[in-house]
């Protein structure tokens, strides 16, 4: 190997680090706030529709952005939008850090997800741009690793720094974490990274991408707010209004279609069976995930009275399970990749109900119980959530394939944020509407029961859904 190719390789090495980076933060942000919720809660005297806006405001504007920040980068530059996106994660990170109140962490925790939404996109196309074709597989290796270590982190680390409490900082401490990592990124990524974009010259559909987050919105905003508000007009005329402007979208793109645009979501693709069930399978299936974990960790901390850094620990054998079947479900899913999805969503249900049974009698079950039914999920998990794109995906023509999996990566986001405003309702409102007085430790086994009983059906409904999609991930 020449000097020069050394130092390409070395360049190469470099350019993948600093993007792991930024994936390993938003990844890590996704998960690290629902162990710290309660002391946040506790803290800034939020109320539980605060906690539930905390954690959707970021997947609900990572969706938003994510439909807008893949077309900016090919446009003006990935190197460009990462670096852009990085600086304003960073900004961000420090202002949740500096939150004085719930309103102005939420606001912060929406502009986290923003910049996610515009930084995320980049990393496959500065990955591509970076490494020769023979070397792009163990890249992408590395992004999977990734992804598995902050499952795994999140809730270790999250709970580490609540418990910590250092320079007396507490939870805000999981949010300056993200400072120094993002200031090395820069620095590196400033020297280090390749520029690249798209030739394509397509206008960007920004007023798609708004009506499709602010249709959204309009849906969340009277179900997060149930508990305060209850059900009124003001209530069904939100939802009423989020409907209608989300019809508005869907005909709004049908146009910029039939004029030859490229709309953020083409409508045409709800006509392939397949991927249409692949929506709603992947939608059902990662909107279950976010809630689980909130209502899990609420009922630790609140419930058992468990610390922070105990409750990761809890949460542990979750994320193993995950590492342990996720090497599995990629090596089979060119064989059985429909067999794999609907057995780890089966199995996700089967864990909600083990979980079920193991806190349904209004007492603390110790840990190893919680650990055994945490961890048949996690398999579960491991099984289906990283092929399930792709199997979704193998059903679309291949012209089609890249603007599907915008949409696909998108509405998990969005479906996170809805999943989050339901069950974190359902959870919050079972805990409190039995008494008047402080919940008990059986009042948050009852909420986190119902929860984990509906979350079962649903996963039964994915698994059904599931059945619709393509036998492999290469069919197309």
Not at 82 to 91: E, I, K, T
Not at 317 to 343: D, F
Not at 394 to 417: D, H
Request: charged residues 10%; aromatic residues 8%; glycine residues 12%.
């Amino acid at each position: 190997m020449t000097a020069t190719s050394n130092l390409r390789t070395t360049q190469a090495s470099l350019a993948l680090l600093v993007v792991l980076f930024g994936s390993f933060m938003d990844l890590l942000d996704a998960t690290i706030v629902t162990v710290a919720a309660p002391a946040i809660a506790h803290d800034l005297g939020a109320s539980a529709a605060e906690i539930q806006w905390t954690i959707a405001a970021y997947t609900l504007t990572l969706g938003a952005g994510l439909i807008t920040g893949g077309r900016l980068g090919d446009q003006y530059g990935r190197k460009r939008l990462f670096m852009l996106g990085l600086a304003g994660f960073m900004l961000t990170s420090a202002l949740c850090a500096l939150a004085v109140d719930p309103g102005m962490l939420i606001g912060m925790r929406a502009g986290q997800g923003l910049t996610a939404g515009i930084m995320v996109p980049q990393v496959f196309g500065i990955i591509r741009a970076s490494f020769a074709p023979a070397e792009r597989a163990k890249a992408f290796a590395a992004y999977g690793a990734v992804q598995g270590l902050a499952s795994v982190a999140g809730p270790l680390l999250g709970g580490l720094l609540v418990d910590a409490d250092l320079a007396g900082l507490g939870w805000r401490t999981i949010f300056w974490i993200n400072v120094p990592v993002s200031i090395l990124a820069l620095v590196l990524g400033a020297r280090i990274l390749p520029e690249s974009r798209s030739a394509s010259t397509a206008r960007l559909d920004l007023l798609g991408a708004f009506l499709a987050a602010a249709g959204a919105l309009l849906l969340l905003l009277p179900i997060i707010q149930t508990e305060a508000w209850g059900w009124t007009w003001t209530s069904y005329g939100l939802l009423a209004a989020g409907v209608l402007v989300l019809a508005i979208f869907l005909a709004y793109e049908r146009r910029l279609t039939a004029r030859g645009a490229e709309p953020v979501f083409d409508p045409a693709l709800l006509r392939i069976r397949s991927f249409a069930a692949g929506l709603a399978a992947s939608t059902l299936f990662f909107g279950g995930i976010g809630p689980f974990f909130l209502t899990l960790s609420v009922y630790l901390q609140y419930g058992t009275g468990r610390t922070a850094w105990a409750t990761g620990l809890v949460i542990l054998p979750y994320a193993l399970g995950s590492i342990i079947t996720s090497g599995l479900g990629v090596a089979l899913a060119a064989k059985a990749g429909r067999t794999l999805l609907v057995t780890g969503s089966l199995t996700v249900a089967a864990s909600q109900l083990v979980l079920w049974l193991v806190v349904k009698d209004g007492t603390d079950p110790g840990y190893w119980p919680l650990a055994l039914a945490l961890l048949i999920g996690g398999l579960g998990l491991g099984l289906a959530a990283p092929i399930l794109v792709n199997v979704v995906l193998a059903g679309v023509p291949g012209r089609n394939a890249g603007a599907a999996g915008g949409v696909l990566s998108t509405v998990n986001q969005i479906g996170a944020a809805v999943g989050i405003a339901v069950l974190g309702t359902l959870f919050f409102t079972a805990a409190t509407g039995s008494t008047a007085a402080a919940p008990a430790l059986s009042d948050y086994s009852h909420a986190l029961g119902t929860v984990l009983i509906v979350s079962a059906a649903l996963y039964l409904v994915t698994a059904l859904a599931m059945l619709a999609l393509p036998r492999t991930e290469h069919q197309r």
